[in-house]
């Protein structure tokens, strides 16, 4: 997974990875034959993937900023980029921005309130490994409705970040940088903060479902109990008459105990059938590698010395702190809980 990534074009190459392009293609099978002469390379796409990217031929450069293919929004790429990412963890692909910063503890200061004292601070710029989720989302009652939904998770941190700004920069930074690589952590510890980070951010919607399901729940309710209503009346009428028979009184409590029942029945059906499930499937996870700059640092804070690792992102142009290990919130200001030794949100701490 982490050997023979693509090398990245300098900083004066306005094109995009036709490296990671090549592999891509060579991976799937096409036949790349070189025109030396024009310095440019065709490529045959074998059928499976020349379905997926609606053409079964393309033709590249390898030269530095020769080539309009890589350029920003260039359909085949866009299409490249879905196929990879839907043959699940084996899609991978890099950002380009600029990392101009120096990352310092004013940084951390004035983008997080840590509880505490803040020693040893050391700034190594990286390329951190993200995973983009991409989740399949069912919304279950009488109908069903259904979404797809990507989520960023930063794993080191284990917390989800918005994606549209990563998304945009895909085709469109060049590379300044040659950065070592962290290494993917494993897929198991994303996915629990990538269903929790969907379905959190899934909430307006299941929210705006739950309540059309509620409106329809209990107008449904209201014909039921309008149609019992009358035929309920009816029978108390009759057993009100005076000089009723025992006999005939009987049946007819035995009646309006089943109309009641019936009722409590067709309700009960009602609320089944609009009570609203959300299933959630992961679909394929693809690996974004960002460029980023990782602080660590010891925070001190009564009497433990607990060392924290953060991260400063170019493209939110923040210090991004991990998720609490106790409610999973978001915070800036978090301290070392002295018990577990680990950084917690300033809220499960009491402060
Ligand atoms: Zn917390």
Redesign the pocket.
């Given at each position: 997974m982490t050997n023979a990534l693509p090398k990245f074009p300098d900083e004066n190459d306005t094109e995009l990875p036709s490296a990671w392009f090549e592999d891509f293609l060579k991976e799937s099978g096409a036949l790349l034959e070189e025109q030396p002469r024009e310095s440019r390379v065709d490529a045959l796409i074998p059928t499976p993937l020349a379905q997926q990217m609606e053409t079964d031929f393309v033709s590249f450069s390898r030269a530095p900023g020769a080539d309009a293919l890589f350029a920003s929004g260039s359909i085949v790429w866009e299409r490249a980029l879905d196929v990879a990412l839907a043959q699940g963890t084996r899609a991978r692909w890099h950002l380009w921005r600029p990392i101009k910063k120096t990352f310092t503890v004013n940084d951390v200061e004035r983008d997080t309130s840590l509880v505490g004292r803040v020693k040893d601070f050391k700034a190594k710029q990286v390329y951190t490994p993200l995973a983009l989720c991409h989740f399949h989302l069912c919304y279950i009652s009488d109908d069903k409705r259904e979404e797809t939904l990507h989520v960023m998770i930063h794993p080191a941190l284990d917390r989800g970040l918005p994606a549209d700004p990563y998304r945009a920069a895909v085709v469109s930074q060049t590379n300044e940088l040659d950065l070592p690589e962290e290494t993917v952590p494993p897929a198991a510890g994303v996915y629990a903060t990538a269903v929790r980070t969907a379905l959190m951010e899934a909430e307006p919607r299941r929210e705006f479902h739950r309540a059309r399901e509620n409106r329809r729940c209990e107008r449904e309710s209201a014909r039921v109990r309008g149609f019992f209503v009358g035929a309920e009346q009816d029978l108390a009428k009759r057993l009100a008459r005076p000089g009723l028979l025992e006999e005939k009184k009987q049946a007819l409590t035995n009646k309006i105990r089943a109309l009641q029942l019936e009722k409590t029945k067709k309700l009960t059906d009602v609320r089944e059938k609009h009570r609203l499930t959300v299933q959630i499937q992961l679909v394929n996870v693809g690996v974004v590698y960002t460029p980023q700059i990782r602080g660590d640092l010891i925070l001190e804070s009564r009497g433990v010395s607990l060392p924290v690792t953060l991260y400063w992102d170019p493209f939110f142009n923040q210090v991004l702190l991990p998720?609490?290990?106790?409610?999973?919130?978001l915070?800036t200001r978090?301290g070392a809980c002295p018990k577990q030794r680990r950084l917690?949100?300033?809220?499960?701490?009491n402060l």
């Amino acid at each position: 997974m982490t050997n023979a990534l693509p090398k990245f074009p300098d900083e004066n190459d306005t094109e995009l990875p036709s490296a990671w392009f090549e592999d891509f293609l060579k991976e799937s099978g096409a036949l790349l034959e070189e025109q030396p002469r024009e310095s440019r390379v065709d490529a045959l796409i074998p059928t499976p993937l020349a379905q997926q990217m609606e053409t079964d031929f393309v033709s590249f450069s390898r030269a530095p900023g020769a080539d309009a293919l890589f350029a920003s929004g260039s359909i085949v790429w866009e299409r490249a980029l879905d196929v990879a990412l839907a043959q699940g963890t084996r899609a991978r692909w890099h950002l380009w921005r600029p990392i101009k910063k120096t990352f310092t503890v004013n940084d951390v200061e004035r983008d997080t309130s840590l509880v505490g004292r803040v020693k040893d601070f050391k700034a190594k710029q990286v390329y951190t490994p993200l995973a983009l989720c991409h989740f399949h989302l069912c919304y279950i009652s009488d109908d069903k409705r259904e979404e797809t939904l990507h989520v960023m998770i930063h794993p080191a941190l284990d917390r989800g970040l918005p994606a549209d700004p990563y998304r945009a920069a895909v085709v469109s930074q060049t590379n300044e940088l040659d950065l070592p690589e962290e290494t993917v952590p494993p897929a198991a510890g994303v996915y629990a903060t990538a269903v929790r980070t969907a379905l959190m951010e899934a909430e307006p919607r299941r929210e705006f479902h739950r309540a059309r399901e509620n409106r329809r729940c209990e107008r449904e309710s209201a014909r039921v109990r309008g149609f019992f209503v009358g035929a309920e009346q009816d029978l108390a009428k009759r057993l009100a008459r005076p000089g009723l028979l025992e006999e005939k009184k009987q049946a007819l409590t035995n009646k309006i105990r089943a109309l009641q029942l019936e009722k409590t029945k067709k309700l009960t059906d009602v609320r089944e059938k609009h009570r609203l499930t959300v299933q959630i499937q992961l679909v394929n996870v693809g690996v974004v590698y960002t460029p980023q700059i990782r602080g660590d640092l010891i925070l001190e804070s009564r009497g433990v010395s607990l060392p924290v690792t953060l991260y400063w992102d170019p493209f939110f142009n923040q210090v991004l702190l991990p998720s609490c290990p106790q409610c999973h919130g978001l915070s800036t200001r978090m301290g070392a809980c002295p018990k577990q030794r680990r950084l917690v949100c300033a809220e499960d701490l009491n402060l």
